[in-house]
């Protein structure tokens, strides 16, 4: 990095806001589809999956609030409507009549699908001189990782 990579130009500041904003959406709508995973499983991994998707929806809104303070602090302005939101977001939500075992693939799915932009993200943030939010990134990459690998076990694949 150079002594002023600190300073990040404006053509960079945007192109750090579509990847902020991209995982902005995702994990607000992977959010609202945990809740309703939470709040809807049945059956008899009701117990295991329910306290799962309870952690995982936690986690959730930790990365939604580091990852819009973090486009805050380069000079972006984060997602914060429902349609912007959806119009953004790769991740679909939930259909309403997943049974237990369609839940945890939708959500490996899901990570797996996220886990792959994170990974595009880091590249853009690296081009973009900025270290701090390749950081962040590579850190929920690798927490979704372990994440889809162990809900992947769970449902036998």
Sequence with gaps: ????????????TAKISAVLN?????????????HNFHWYVRGPQFFTLHVKFEELYTEAAS???????RLLAVGGNPVATHL??????????????EGAEQMAESVARDFKQVASELGEGIKVAISCDDEDTADLL????????????MLNAFIGK
Excluded: C, F, P, Y
Aim: aromatic fraction near 4%.
């Design 1 to 12: 990095m150079t002594a002023n990579s600190n300073v990040i130009t404006n053509e960079n």
């Design 22 to 34: 991209q995982q902005i959406a995702n994990w607000n709508i992977l959010h609202m589809k945990l």
């Design 63 to 69: 990365h939604i609030d580091i990852l819009a303070e």
């Design 84 to 97: 912007e939101t959806l119009r953004l977001s790769s991740v679909k939500e939930a259909v309403g009549d």
């Design 138 to 149: 590579l850190g929920i990459k690798t927490g979704l990782e372990k994440h889809a690998w």
